[in-house]
């Protein structure tokens, strides 16, 4: 049974992960594992570079929008779709270095239409919903219908399609049980609720694909995920996979930072991390889980 406290730190360390492992993996970004090996044997520092020619301990719109998101659920002490998706607007219109297309369609509706839901698309299945959704996981902590309502909303901002719901979901869940102690079965339990409704999901015998398509994405996480005993491993195998790499490694790292916790983050990763990341990501993660249902209850 883990404390109060080590909950809390693995709340940080969730949202440490998301960062680390998008500064990490922005570097291989659409390269293949090819084109990584040869320049980088096996790719294992934050150096920054990549097609965005990024300075070393910068992160992406997996980030950007996850503190975007994070800011706007504790500045409302709440949550708060609206101030979300205001936080949005105002990110994209700060000329990030980076955005999807299909988040950027979704913020432009909401900016010039006002609506939070955008329409169902058949296209819209990628994984934009659940690169940032940590924020809404933290904030629902002990709250299993709560969370599953928030991350669903947050992610149809922008992508509205039934694989980025059952993503969300199941990385929300994963996330929540892992800070609360579950084991690598539970875990495992929970990717196969997802099969069970959405069998092309299976990652047992993984193909080796990292697109941004939310499959891929998810198959990439599971398979390193579950095939690797540490936090490095893990983010070592995912960003070397290349595809959408930085997407893939934030993913792994939220996942895997509630998982194995702060200790397990290595120093020389987390001092690399730009330093008003790190502090943000660190102060956001534990005002969210202070919000959170299970906050709530621990400070009575």
């Excluded at 992160?59 to 500045?75: K, L, Q």
């Excluded at 509706?109 to 996981?137: F, H, I, K």
């Excluded at 290349?242 to 997407?247: K, L, P, Q, S, V």
Aim: hydrophobic share 40%; net charge negative.
């Amino acid at each position: 049974m883990l404390t109060a406290d080590e909950i809390l730190s693995r709340g940080r360390a969730a949202f440490l992960g998301l960062a680390i492992g998008d500064a990490l993996g922005a570097t291989t970004e659409f390269m293949n594992p090819r084109e990584i090996q040869a320049r980088h044997k096996v790719h294992r520092k934050i150096c920054g570079g990549g097609w965005l020619g990024l300075k070393p301990g910068c992160v992406t719109d997996d980030t950007e929008m996850s503190v975007a998101m994070a800011r706007a659920i504790v500045d409302a002490g709440g949550w708060n779709l609206t101030g979300i998706a205001d936080n949005f607007v105002a990110w994209m219109r700060g000329k990030p270095i980076d955005i999807g297309s299909t988040c950027r369609k979704g913020i432009r509706n909401y900016m010039l239409n006002g609506v939070t839901e955008s329409p169902y698309n058949e296209w819209d299945a990628g994984n934009g919903g659940v690169m940032r959704m940590l924020p809404a996981a933290l904030f629902t902590l002990d709250d299993d219908a709560l969370m599953q309502r928030c991350v669903v909303e947050q992610a149809r901002l922008t992508h509205n399609h039934p694989l980025s719901d059952s993503a969300c979901i199941t990385v929300g869940r994963m996330i929540q049980r892992a800070m609360t102690g579950a084991n690598r079965f539970e875990l495992h339990a929970i990717t196969r609720e997802l099969i069970d409704r959405h069998p092309n999901f299976q990652f047992n015998n993984y193909k080796g694909n990292a697109s941004g398509y939310v499959v891929d994405t998810l198959q990439t996480v599971f398979h390193y995920l579950f095939t690797t005993a540490s936090f490095e491993e893990c983010l070592v195998g995912v960003v070397n996979q290349g595809g959408d790499a930085d997407t893939t490694g934030a993913i792994a790292g939220m996942i895997a930072g509630a998982f194995y916790g702060p200790d397990a983050i290595p120093d020389r990763w987390s001092r690399k991390l730009d330093d008003a990341v790190r502090q943000e990501v660190l102060d956001l993660a534990e005002r969210l889980v202070r919000l959170s249902p299970w906050g709530s209850l621990w400070q009575q």
